[in-house]
């Protein structure tokens, strides 16, 4: 789809789903020239199809694709639910403490069921009980897909994909938030109907999801569901949270600008207030990024976040990675700071041999950049 359609199907798009989640229809005028294959297609991208699908019905319109997509997002909340009560209770037995993370809390805030698409389930546990999650996922069930610095990726067909997440962020990817939130058991709350569940408090959710969304805003982008999770979190806590504590805690993340950013123009797209060209601009950025960004908005980041602005400084990233990066790439390199320069050397020689290819795109989509 070229770009002025993609564009033009997502302002329908924003447009549906500011009135699905303020249980408002839409105006005749505005669907009457809907082209429902091509918003279908956007929708997808964002995953905001129930949305949109909710909106669709409520003035009358059952595009079969929308309505498969609303009954099939249905029907995974309810399953994941399930599943994850189950490996929840079985972690309770073992005496594993755990949180459950992000859209498994945000979709029930939501005003109907499946409004919040979910492509997987978090949940933060002991990660001294690795191991024993591990077995556990297995009598569930579930493959382990992938294993990374702090995180277990587990699949179950037809539908099931659980993250175990030992940290809140991996190192080499935000050190500052990683930092920040080492340790965050500190910070959590016990649940009170059971003995090793743990939640955020309100304030606590607020700052988690925004840092979150902020590391993938600055790494491949993010999506217009993104400020629909903002925008439902407010209109649900809004006005009970303890705006000085999340002030001095924006602070210290870094991302006192971002929030103010991403809240108000939450509110405006979800209200469907005018916006500024700034406005408009930031929001063509989520609109073009899709929910989980592009390789285009990776390098335009890397350099102007990891890279300070520069290419120069961008290349000398990529070749001499800080150390978070290069243990996590190379991982003998814990063994001793002695093989600091080998690793280096072993890096750069592993990318130009096994990955030449994705080294040459980089480099030539670097010099269109």
Not at 60 to 72: H, L, M, R, V
Request: charged letters at 30%.
């Amino acid at each position: 789809m070229e770009k002025r359609e993609f564009r033009k199907n997502a302002a329908d798009m924003i447009y549906l789903t500011a009135c699905a989640i303020n249980n408002k229809k839409p105006r005749q005028e505005r669907i009457d020239n809907l082209d429902l294959p091509k918003l279908f297609e956007v929708c997808q991208n964002h995953i905001l199809t129930a949305c949109v699908a909710y909106a669709l019905e409520s003035v009358g319109i059952k595009d079969n694709e929308f309505t498969q997509a609303k009954e099939k997002a249905i029907r995974k909340n309810i399953l994941l639910d399930v599943e994850r009560g189950n490996i929840l209770r079985r972690l309770e037995a073992e005496k594993i403490w755990y949180m459950p993370l992000k859209g498994a809390i945000l979709k029930d805030w939501y005003p109907k069921l499946g409004m919040r698409q979910m492509s997987d389930n978090d949940i933060l546990f002991d990660i001294n009980h690795r191991n024993d999650v591990r077995n556990i996922m297995k009598e569930f069930g579930f493959e382990l897909k992938a294993e990374r610095e702090v995180v277990d990726e587990y699949l179950k067909k037809p539908i099931y994909n659980i993250e175990m997440h030992g940290e809140l962020f991996m190192e080499y990817q935000v050190g500052s938030m990683a930092d920040y939130y080492r340790g965050i058991k500190e910070r959590i709350l016990k649940d009170d109907n059971n003995e090793f569940g743990y939640h955020f408090s309100n304030e606590e959710f607020y700052l988690f999801m925004l840092a979150h969304e902020y590391k993938h805003f600055t790494l491949d982008g993010t999506g217009v569901r993104s400020l629909v999770d903002t925008y439902i979190f407010l209109r649900k806590f809004k006005c009970s949270l303890d705006w000085n504590y999340i002030n001095t805690e924006l602070d210290k993340l870094g991302i006192a600008e971002y929030e103010k950013q991403n809240r108000e123009l939450a509110i405006k797209v979800c209200t469907l207030k005018q916006l500024t060209l700034e406005d408009k601009k930031l929001l063509d950025y989520y609109v073009m990024s899709g929910t989980y960004g592009n390789k285009e908005n990776t390098l335009k980041n890397s350099i102007k976040y990891r890279g300070k602005g520069s290419k120069l400084g961008y290349m000398l990233y990529r070749l001499f990675p800080p150390m978070s990066f290069l243990e996590v790439s190379v991982p003998w390199v814990k063994k001793s700071k002695l093989l600091i320069p080998p690793a280096y050397i072993y890096r750069f020689y592993r990318c130009v041999t096994s990955s030449k290819k994705s080294v040459e795109r980089e480099v030539k989509q670097l010099g269109k950049t």
